[in-house]
């Protein structure tokens, strides 16, 4: 006749010098935080133009990188860092106005995801201009108001009242609303009010560059 062991004594004795049922979980390095910093090469391109964009990622290494544009011709471009944390590339946008771009660092097993300062460019197209105020002071603008000597706008034909546009001239900027209707002179894109013309150095007549 058979011995017959109790179930619970079986059971004992199968626990008895056996490994855990599940293995020691491997150790896991945790993220460290990380930085991404981006330049450009320039803030003021003439459409058609590119400027480089480096950055750098630290800690270094080979990271992932996202850039993202905003503006009339956003997008995103990844990119990747050389091992010692460095990136460039070259854009060029493909519609005039005004952009910011931020790098994203995006996180792997080494490292956590960062950002970086927006950066911002203007895209700029050649523009004839000219200028208006004196002896029209007093008169109504089209977009509402009157025209003062102090008045800072712009002229246009095509855009709306309010549009902010924003002129380059040998290195000055400024940006203003449209405020008014015209030229209606054959060949001007634009005219500037007497106040805008001054703080933007233009001579009067010529071309500059503008964003819209």
């Known amino acids: 006749m058979r011995f017959l062991m109790p179930a619970a004594a079986i059971a004992a004795l199968l626990t008895v010098g056996a490994s855990p049922a599940t293995a020691t979980p491997k150790h896991r390095h945790a993220r460290v935080a990380s930085h991404v910093s981006l330049h450009v090469s320039r803030h003021s391109v003439l459409g058609g133009g590119k400027v480089v964009l480096r950055g750098r990622v630290r800690p270094r290494g ?3 990188v996202k850039l993202v544009f905003r503006g009339p011709d956003g997008g995103v471009v990844g990119s990747a860092t050389r091992p010692n944390g ?4 070259r854009w060029s946008p493909d519609r005039i106005g005004a952009y ?3 790098a994203y660092g995006l996180h792997d097993r080494q490292v956590k995801g960062s950002a970086s ?8 197209r ?5 200028y208006y105020g004196p002896g029209l002071y007093g008169g109504g603008l089209a977009c509402g108001g009157t025209l003062q000597p102090g008045t ?3 002229a246009s034909k095509t855009l709306p009242c309010g549009a902010k546009v924003k002129f380059l001239y040998r290195g000055e900027t400024i940006t203003v609303p449209v405020v008014d209707r015209g030229p209606y002179v054959a060949g001007r894109d634009f005219d500037l009010t007497s106040a805008a013309r001054e703080r933007l150095g233009f001579p009067g007549v010529g071309v500059l560059l503008s964003s819209r």
């Open 62 to 64: 080979a990271h992932r």
């Open 86 to 89: 460095t990136f460039a590339l």
């Open 100 to 102: 910011s771009v931020r």
């Open 117 to 124: 300062a927006a950066r911002r460019l203007t895209s700029y």
């Open 126 to 130: 050649e523009a004839a201009a000219s």
């Open 152 to 154: 800072l706008g712009v």
